[in-house]
């Protein structure tokens, strides 16, 4: 039987009668898709790692901050869900409907009871937002708009004119994280958004390959990513650029005045980056491989890129940890 813990760490497959037999809470995890929430949380915990040394910072505010990026994620998740059944997307044999669970098109949840869940994860981002423009003031407001506008505005307009991932590559780099950076300690910093300029292209790159994944579907359906506008060819070899970005960027961050050689510690996911790489030079398969991950098909990149995008993600934030040691004690330029 599914349990909570296997619904934040995949999107189950279940039927009605075992829905019936779920908690509230695995419940929720599985209709909010709980499982990608990772990489928002790798985000926010940049934010407060970036904002760790600065004399006025507030774990609290941070902690309010972590809370909303993560209710906001998942709404926007119960949105894309909520909007795309409407609008006839995710029927038939879409991959939306055929990798996981759709509480909407496998009839778990009416529309009304789905409502109720968007309503209620986005009032906890909201009640958070407004805590922190309660308590920090300034330019949470700012903040708090433009996520509200990548939230509603994702899953339409936006990915249908190509913006989804341009889209993706701000909220979860320089908004997330310059935005925690500020909530956490009251005052912008310019290495925050750089630092997030990097960050944000591995989820860039998970959702690149998702697109990639059901590139045909899509233009079907008229539904123009970036994917779709480039190619499948292109696409695939815009996949690579990012992974190559990936590191590049993380360079020129230790070469700037802001960073140090610590963060280079993410070349230990090279192996791991050229395995994806190759990956991503041959198109998808036509059926699912022996042995590759049955739940998830028929996505096969993205999945792929997700787990890439963790270990490059935790290595760069335990490379920030070990250069924020050593500037306290005095053995690091930063």
Do not use: C
Not at 75 to 85: A, C, G, M, Q
């Amino acid at each position: 039987m599914t349990r909570l813990p296997e619904s934040l760490r995949t999107v189950p497959r279940v039927d009605a009668a075992q829905w019936e037999r779920l908690g509230a809470a695995t419940r929720w995890a599985i209709a909010a898709r709980a499982a990608v929430l990772p990489m928002t949380l790798l985000s926010g915990i940049a934010g407060g790692l970036l904002a760790l040394a600065h004399p006025d910072f507030d774990p609290s505010l941070w902690a309010i901050a972590m809370l909303g990026l993560l209710a906001a994620h998942a709404t926007n998740n119960l949105l894309n869900d909520y909007i795309d059944s409407a609008r006839g997307v995710d029927r038939g044999d879409y991959e939306r409907t055929r990798y996981a669970t759709h509480v909407l098109q496998d009839g778990l949840l009416g529309r009304a009871a789905m409502r109720r869940y968007i309503a209620l994860t986005a009032v906890v981002a909201l009640g958070a937002g407004a805590a922190l423009l309660w308590l920090r003031g300034g330019q949470v407001a700012a903040l708090m708009l433009a996520g509200g506008v990548l939230v509603l505005f994702y899953t339409w307009p936006l990915k249908y004119v190509g913006l989804g991932e341009p889209a993706v590559w701000l909220a979860w780099g320089p908004l997330m994280i310059a935005g925690t950076q500020y909530v956490a300690t009251g005052e912008w910093s310019a290495a925050a958004v750089a630092f997030g300029a990097v960050f944000g292209l591995g989820p860039t790159l998970v959702l690149f390959g998702k697109h990639i994944d059901k590139l045909a579907a899509d233009g079907a359906r008229g539904i123009r990513t970036l994917p779709v506008l480039l190619g499948e060819r292109r696409a695939r070899a815009a996949a690579r650029g990012l992974i190559v970005l990936l590191y590049a960027g993380t360079i020129v961050l230790v070469a700037g005045p802001w960073f140090t050689a610590p963060l280079l510690l993410v070349f230990a996911s090279a192996p791991a980056a050229l395995r994806l790489a190759a990956v991503f030079r041959s198109a998808r398969p036509a059926v699912a491989p022996v042995g590759e991950q049955p739940r998830l098909w028929p996505l096969w990149f993205a999945p792929q890129a997700f787990a890439f995008n963790r270990r490059f993600g935790s290595l760069l934030l335990a490379g920030v940890l070990m250069h924020l040691a050593l500037a306290a004690v005095g053995l690091s330029g930063g």
